[in-house]
T-cell receptor
Framework: GESVGLHLPTLSVQEGDNSIINCAYS??????FIWYKQESGKGPQFIID?????DKRQGQRVTVLLNKTVKHLSLQIAATQPGDSAVYFC???????????FGSGTRLQVQP | GAGVSQSPRYKVAKRGQDVALRCDPI?????LFWYQQALGQGPEFLTY????????KSGLPSDRFFAERPEGSVSTLKIQRTQQEDSAVYLC????????????FGQGTRLTVV
């Protein structure tokens, strides 16, 4: 029911620590993956993406790892800051499909 | 504008009422998407436009939902005879090229059906 959806998995970290957010996907045909950050009352904001021909991609303070064998995606945030507090979603799609399929989200709470 | 703009930000509708939600994409963006986000869940795809052509409407939950983008810019999502289960945030996103690469989302319209 609706109350179940409210209980997002939550990751609580101390400011300055590294954070790792995980995501499992089920469609073996998926070949493009995106991580989004969503703050309260706002739309999802693009963080980083990766295609299936890569297993790692780095951005500014963020790294995405892709393990196609076990269909697992992770987002690593270095030196986590209070401004990183938000809900993080992974999303997937495949060549020829324009829609994204979003995961259920993880809430990141950064303690000062 | 600088980003995707949606209006209204909040809409309260009585059950059975028709509603219209507006999306102004980033100027020049070819692709436009509508997603529905229930409380505490990830967004779910509703429909996709490439310019004025609605190329994918597989996510529309019923024939009460209708979307249009007649001139290839502004889009309207219309919900007829609203039901309580339609209560959600409706998100619009646009991208410069055909496809989903780096789509930019608006802030959404929160629809509450009472």
């Amino acid at each position: 029911g609706e109350s179940v959806g409210l209980h997002l998995p939550t990751l609580s970290v101390q400011e300055g620590d590294n954070s790792i957010i995980n995501c499992a996907y089920s469609n073996s045909a998926s070949d493009y993956f995106i991580w989004y950050k969503q703050e309260s009352g706002k739309g999802p904001q693009f963080i980083i993406d990766i295609r299936s021909n890569m297993d790692k991609r780095q951005g500014q303070r963020v790294t995405v790892l892709l393990n196609k064998t076990v269909k697992h995606l992770s987002l690593q945030i270095a030196a986590t800051q209070p401004g990183d507090s938000a809900v993080y979603f992974c999303a997937e799609t495949y060549t020829g499909r324009r829609a994204l399929t979003f995961g259920s989200g993880t809430r990141l709470q950064v303690q000062p | 504008g600088a980003g995707v703009s949606q209006s209204p930000r909040y809409k309260v509708a009585k059950r059975g009422q028709d509603v219209a939600l507006r999306c102004d994409p980033i100027s020049g963006h070819v692709s436009l998407f509508w997603y529905q986000q229930a409380l505490g869940q990830g967004p779910e795809f509703l429909t996709y436009f490439q310019n004025e052509a609605q190329l994918d409407k597989s996510g529309l939950p019923s024939d009460r939902f209708f979307a249009e983008r007649p001139e290839g810019s502004v889009s309207t999502l219309k919900i007829q005879r609203t039901q309580q289960e339609d209560s959600a945030v409706y998100l619009c996103a646009s991208s410069l090229e055909a496809g989903t690469t780096e789509a930019f989302f608006g802030q959404g319209t929160r629809l509450t059906v009472v």
